[in-house]
C-alpha cells in the first residue's frame, strides 16, 4: 500500500509531507453546500468536442448501437488504448469532468483514450451496461488485436471495469493489459458498517444515496451478484490491478477489503491511499488532484 498522508511529493527520490491544501478544505467546503443530483445531470456532456480538442482529436464512434468516443493524441507516445468506463452510480451520464479527465489523460501520456457513454439505470438497468462494455471491449481486441489495453474507471465506471474484466476471463477473451480503478464503486448493497464512520466527512456522496443507485441498477437482480457488485467476483487471473482511494470517501472501507481479497487471490494490487481525500479527488484542480493525475498518468507509461 502506497498511502499519502495528505500530499506526499516524489522530489529527489524523497516523499515530503504537506498538510492538506487550503484549495482542497474549499471544495470539500463546497461539495457539503451542493446537491450531488443537482451537480451531476444525465446528459451533462452534449458531445461539443470542439471545446476538448486541445493536442488532441475526438472521433465519435457508434459500435453495435454503442456511443463511443475515440481521443486521440497530436503527439502519441504509448500504442497501447486506455479504455475507460465512466462513473455515475450507475444512474447518470458521463460528464464534462470525465471529458476533461480523459482529453488531458491522452495528451499528457500520448495515449489514446477510448470512453463510452453506456446506458444507465432507472431506464436501463443492469445487465446493460455490462453488456455494453463488453460488446466495446471485443471491437477494441479485435480492432486493434496487436495492442494492449488498460481498463480504467471510475466510481461507478471503476465496478464496471472490474465486473468486465471478471467477464472477460469468464469468456475466455484477451485479457487488459492493466486495471486501474479510481474511488470505484465495488459494493452496491452499501451494507459496510464503516462506511457510517466515514459519512460524516464524505461532502460528496451518503450511504441513503450509494443504496438508491444500487437499487436502481441492480434492478430485479441480487444486490451481491458478482457482476453488479463485483467485490463478490473471482480475481483470480485478473491482471496488475491499482486502486486509487481517499479516506474521506464512503467507498474507501469496500476498497480496503477488495485490496485485502485480490491479494488472498493472487493478483497483483498497487493499493493508492490518499488521507482525507474525497471521492474522485483528481478530477479537481487541487494539490492533490493534480498530484494523483501525474502518478496515474505515469502509470500508463509503464
Not at 74 to 93: A, C, P, R, T
Not at 256 to 263: H, P
Not at 290 to 295: C, G, R, S, T, V
Request: glycine share 6%; aromatic share 10%.
Amino acid at each position: 500500500m502506497k498511502c499519502y498522508n495528505t500530499l506526499n511529493i516524489i522530489k529527489d527520490g524523497l516523499f515530503m509531507a504537506y498538510k492538506e491544501s487550503i484549495q482542497s478544505k474549499i471544495l470539500k467546503k463546497i461539495c457539503s453546500m451542493v446537491s450531488l443530483e443537482l451537480t451531476a445531470p444525465k446528459g451533462a456532456w452534449r458531445g461539443n468536442k470542439k471545446l476538448f480538442e486541445r493536442g488532441c482529436t475526438i472521433e465519435k464512434r457508434i459500435v453495435n448501437d454503442v456511443v463511443c468516443y475515440m481521443i486521440t493524441p497530436d503527439d502519441m507516445k504509448i500504442e497501447s488504448i486506455v479504455y475507460y468506463l465512466h462513473g455515475g452510480g450507475y444512474v447518470f451520464h458521463q460528464t464534462i469532468n470525465h471529458i476533461k479527465f480523459c482529453t488531458k489523460m491522452a495528451r499528457e501520456s500520448g495515449i489514446r483514450v477510448m470512453i463510452i457513454d453506456y446506458s444507465v439505470a432507472p431506464e436501463n438497468p443492469y445487465p446493460a451496461a455490462l453488456d455494453e462494455s463488453i460488446k466495446v471491449y471485443k471491437y477494441l481486441s479485435e480492432e486493434y488485436e496487436n495492442t494492449k489495453i488498460i481498463l480504467m474507471g471510475d466510481s461507478a465506471g471503476g465496478g464496471l471495469a472490474l465486473a468486465t474484466s471478471i467477464k472477460i476471463k469468464e469468456m475466455k477473451l484477451m485479457m487488459p493489459s492493466k486495471i486501474i480503478l479510481l474511488s470505484p464503486f465495488l459494493d452496491v448493497s452499501g451494507e459496510n458498517s464503516k462506511m457510517v464512520d466515514i459519512e460524516p466527512d464524505d461532502p460528496l456522496l451518503s450511504i441513503e444515496f450509494v443504496k438508491k443507485c444500487g437499487r436502481q441498477y441492480a434492478g430485479d437482480y441480487d444486490l451481491n451478484d458478482p457482476y453488479i457488485s463485483p467485490i463478490h467476483g473471482d480475481f483470480k487471473g485478473l491482471p496488475e490491478l491499482s486502486v486509487y482511494i481517499g479516506t474521506h470517501d464512503i467507498l474507501y472501507p469496500d476498497c480496503c477489503i477488495f485490496e485485502e481479497l485480490a491479494k488472498k487471490q493472487g493478483v497483483k494490487m498497487n493499493f493508492i491511499e490518499y488521507d482525507k481525500m474525497i471521492h474522485v479527488w483528481m478530477f479537481y484542480d487541487i494539490p492533490e488532484g493534480k498530484q494523483a493525475q501525474k502518478e496515474i498518468f505515469e502509470e500508463l507509461k509503464g
